[in-house]
């Protein structure tokens, strides 16, 4: 199994202060409306073992706990897989938890510079028109959910057609709307 959750406690494997903290079996509870409906989703923060020995981590819904997890979510945007250096989040393409371990070193792009500055833009490069797309970082500014409010957040349009995301420090995405009208909002997250 590639997917694997340590019971040591949660490690954080980011940079402090960062507006997409890593931080392993981190919870996240969205509240979504879609064509007038609502429902809950929650998603766990996992690490991923590579191919290459290294690490990197993903999201799964948490129903998908302590099965054989054969999906990772990626609703979120990026490609699936996400790794940090310290000044830049990067991203591979994976959808199913196998992909993870035919990933190369070529496989990783830069997704997101720590901190993000107002007017930079990275286009990833996929085959998946969903997951693509220039993600351009529009502005700082404060963000009010189901969790709380927020302060210093920045606002990333995700480059289709009205996706954009809310990442806010320490804490990561608090909301996100996708071109299809779907919006998901955070209503309770636990590290």
């Known amino acids: 199994m590639l997917l694997l959750l340590l019971s040591c406690g949660p490690k954080k494997l980011s940079t402090p202060g960062d507006v997409f903290p890593i931080v392993e079996g981190a919870r996240y509870h969205y509240v979504a409306t879609f064509n007038g409906m609502e429902f809950q989703e929650t998603r766990v923060v996992v690490p991923i073992e590579l191919g290459d020995g290294s690490a990197a981590w993903g999201f799964v819904e948490e129903e998908e706990i302590g099965d054989d997890v054969v999906s990772l979510f990626t609703g979120h945007f990026g490609l699936g897989v996400y790794r940090s250096t310290g000044s830049m989040v990067e991203t591979a393409d994976a959808f199913w938890g196998d992909d993870a371990e035919h990933l190369s ?14 007017g930079a833009s990275i286009t990833l490069d996929t085959d998946s028109p969903d997951r693509g797309g220039a993600i351009t970082v529009l502005e700082y500014g404060d963000i009010t959910v189901p969790a709380g409010t927020f302060t210093a957040c920045a606002h990333i349009d995700l480059g289709q057609k009205g996706s954009s995301a809310w990442l806010c420090p320490g804490i990561g995405l608090v909301k996100w709307t996708l071109v299809t009208g779907r919006v998901e909002e955070l209503a309770s997250y636990s590290f």
């Open 105 to 118: 070193a070529s496989s990783w792009q830069p997704m997101l510079s720590l901190p993000p500055e107002p």
